[in-house]
């Protein structure tokens, strides 16, 4: 089965083992805040649910739960009918009595009660916590593309003030987002290659961004050469251009002049471009008697130029 770059990076970032309690609060309140939404069951019971396509990213969101509260916690797996391809898994958390507390804790409401539309300042005080909430962002809803094409990775957000929130926080970790709109939502999103490699490197996808980086120097590696390709191919095509120029002056010269009628000092080059058509300027110094310096060939081919200009 063929795994898009992105899943493999989710793959790994879910893999990542955190340790603090505050770092697993900011990473699941990306999630929560990304991916989730709360949900009132059947029976009234208030749910926590974080939705994601990614079997990693309901792994971890299940053992960030699992870390930071005592909740039932339940995992459904759907299935689109109409493909029978496209799994979703659906990771809830049934909430208690302090549901309120819970809410605060994870920076989803603030202390009036009142939903916290952009990124909880309580949430991300120290860097480390800044890298957590990116990973979960990106893990809820972002994408990097292949490097063997063009370098974009993105992560859609919920509202514009999300947005700009996640915007400042990633540009204290030295990651300059941009924003565009697409279908009503807010999309942030980096173009720059080295810009990427650096978010890879922050939210901690080590071995994607080996990739990224052996794909991106090769990548590199390979427009040099293209470009030096290009280059010595039109040096070589000015070159013959020249080249062709000066044999058809130097053959006009002698229909009109004859060989003898080219001054002395020119006759010898003259007659060697004739027999020597491709040869450079720096060739033809070197066949002449007394060798003669590239420069030197081309102020005398040039007076063999004007010469014929003349005629």
Known sequence: MNTSFSSETKNE??????????????????????NGRLELTRNKRKTLCITTDNAGTARKAFKLFKSLS????????ETKKRFNTNRFYMVRAQLDIENAAVLKKLGLIDQEKGLVFGVAPEMVKSRCCKRAYLR???LARGSVSRPGGS?????????????????????????NFRIIERKSRAVLYLKDSEQIADCMRIMGANYALLEFENIRAFKSMK???NRQVNCETANLEKTLNASIRQVEVIQQLIDKIAVQGIPEQLRELALLRLDYPDA??????EMMNPSLSKSGVAYRMRKIEKLGERL
């Open 13 to 34: 970032l879910a893999r990542i083992v955190i340790g603090d309690k505050c770092c697993q609060a900011a990473e699941l309140s990306a999630l929560l805040r990304f």
């Open 70 to 77: 005592e909740f039932p916690l339940t995992v459904i797996m």
């Open 136 to 138: 979960g962002a990106f």
């Open 151 to 175: 370098y974009h990775l993105e992560i859609t957000c919920p509202s514009y003030e999300l947005a700009e929130s996640v915007q400042k926080l990633s540009d204290g970790l030295g990651i």
């Open 223 to 225: 427009n040099q050469v």
């Open 280 to 285: 450079t300027l720096r060739e033809l110094g």
